[in-house]
C-alpha cells in the first residue's frame, strides 16, 4: 500500500538523477520564496504607511511578520549550504501559510469568510514546488490550525460546519494542485535528460556506423 502511494505522488528517477533534480527544485524555490517575500514586504509596507495613525494589535503583529520577511530574504541571498536552503525555503513557506491566517483572521468582526485564506492556499500551492509528502504535511497541518481558530472564533454551528468542510475542500485541492505541480516539473527534467541520452546515443551511432558499413561490404568480396 505504501508503495503504491509513493508510485502515484512521485515518479520513478534513476538515481544519479535524483540528487541534481532536487537540486534544481530547491534553486526553483529559492528564487520563488524572495520574490514572494519582498512582495509581502512591500504590502506589509503600504498597510503600515496606511494604518500609521491607527496604531494597535495588527499593527505591530503586522511589524513583527515584516521583520521576518526581510530575516528570510537575507537567509536566503547569502545561504551557501545546499543542505539547509531546502529546509529554509520549508520555513518560509510555512511562514506565509502563517501570515495567510493572519491576514483571514486580522478582522475583529470575523464571520467566517475563508476565502483570503484558499486564495493564499492556491498561490503558494503554484508557486512552490514541493515533494508531495512535504506539501501534504504543511497543507495538513495548516488547515489543522485554521480549523481550531475557527471553532474558537466561530459559535454559530452550522456557519462553522460549512467553513471546516469548504476550506478542507480547497485545501485538498491545494494539495491536489501541488503535487500536479511537483510531477509536471519531474516531467520536464525527465524528458530534458531523455534528450541528452539520446544526442548521446545518436553520438555512438554515428561512431559505428562507418565500420558497420565497412563490415558489410567485406562480406561480399
Known amino acids: 500500500m505504501k508503495n503504491n502511494v509513493c508510485k502515484v505522488s512521485e515518479m520513478d528517477i534513476k538515481k544519479e538523477y535524483k540528487d541534481e533534480f532536487y537540486k534544481e527544485i530547491v534553486h526553483t524555490n529559492n528564487l520563488r520564496c524572495q520574490i514572494v517575500l519582498i ?5 506589509d509596507i503600504i498597510w503600515m504607511i496606511l494604518n500609521f495613525s491607527n496604531i494597535d494589535t495588527d499593527y505591530y503583529l503586522s511589524i513583527l511578520m515584516f521583520i521576518f520577511e526581510v530575516a528570510g530574504i537575507f537567509t536566503l541571498f ?18 506565509c501559510l502563517i501570515w495567510a491566517q493572519y491576514v483571514n483572521f486580522s478582522n475583529y468582526e470575523y ?4 476565502i483570503p485564506y484558499l486564495i493564499s492556499l492556491l498561490g ?4 512552490a514546488c514541493l515533494k508531495p509528502k512535504h506539501s501534504i504535511i504543511l ?9 481550531i481558530i475557527n471553532s474558537i472564533l466561530i459559535k454559530d454551528i452550522s456557519t462553522l460546519v460549512n467553513v471546516c468542510l469548504n476550506s478542507t475542500i480547497g485545501v485538498i485541492f491545494a494539495c491536489i494542485f501541488s503535487i500536479f505541480n511537483f510531477k509536471s516539473k519531474l516531467h520536464l527534467f525527465l524528458n530534458k535528460k531523455l534528450v541528452v541520452e539520446l544526442n548521446l546515443v545518436n553520438e555512438k551511432l554515428k561512431e559505428y556506423t562507418p565500420t558497420w558499413g565497412l563490415g558489410f561490404a567485406n562480406q561480399y568480396y
Do not use: D, E, P, W
Open 111 to 114: 464571520t467566517g469568510n475563508f
Open 139 to 147: 497543507f495538513a497541518t495548516n488547515q489543522l490550525v485554521f480549523l
Open 39 to 43: 512582495s509581502l514586504c512591500v504590502i
Open 78 to 95: 547569502f545561504a551557501k549550504n545546499k543542505r539547509y536552503i531546502g529546509a529554509i525555503n520549508l520555513s518560509i513557506i510555512a511562514m
Open 124 to 127: 503558494l500551492a503554484s508557486i
